[in-house]
């Protein structure tokens, strides 16, 4: 049951078809590098006037807005923890990434959402250790809910894709 709601797929976050995709924003919500940058791109400049709206977010945060040019109707936008060596909290503010960002599909029912690994580029948290998050805080949260019925990790590198194959086997 469980194994068929998470699904993961190799590669571009914005060309996932998805009811959401998640970004891996910054405090501003103005846009950045990495998959921000990709997701403003693929979007288009209406993802940015909404976002100018919201008034940032506050880190382990998360907001909505519309997708605009994405095949993905919405984008989540959460706030990761800037890695400072495991001691600040960091753990507890990436899992709270993950579960605001499926409280809002939850409340929104949608039915599939696409994350990225949350902070594990420019924000430097340890891959497979994010990965972990990742993973068990999904686990948890749709052990409890209905929506989303689907969700999609989307690693950008074969290694990425098997931290999460490894952690979706080590946790069944
Ligand atoms: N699709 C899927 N994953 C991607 C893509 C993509 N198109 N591009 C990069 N990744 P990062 P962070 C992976 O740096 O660490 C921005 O400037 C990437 O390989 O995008 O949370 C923001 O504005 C990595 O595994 O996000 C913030 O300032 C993961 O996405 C800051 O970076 C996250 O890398 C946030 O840093």
Known sequence: MKKQRIEVIEGDITRINADAIVNAANP???????????????AGPELLEECRLLGGCETGGAKITRGYGLPAAFVIHTVGPVWRGGAHGEDELLRRCYLNSLGIAADRRLKSIAFPAISAGAYGFPLERAVGI????????????????????????????SLYEKALLSEE
């Open 134 to 161: 990742a993973v068990r805080t999904t686990r948890e949260f749709l052990d409890e809910n209905k929506f989303p019925a689907k969700v999609i990790f989307a690693p950008f590198s074969p290694e990425a894709k």
């Open 28 to 42: 501003s919500l103005l846009g950045g590098g990495g998959v921000d940058g990709a997701i403003h791109r693929a």
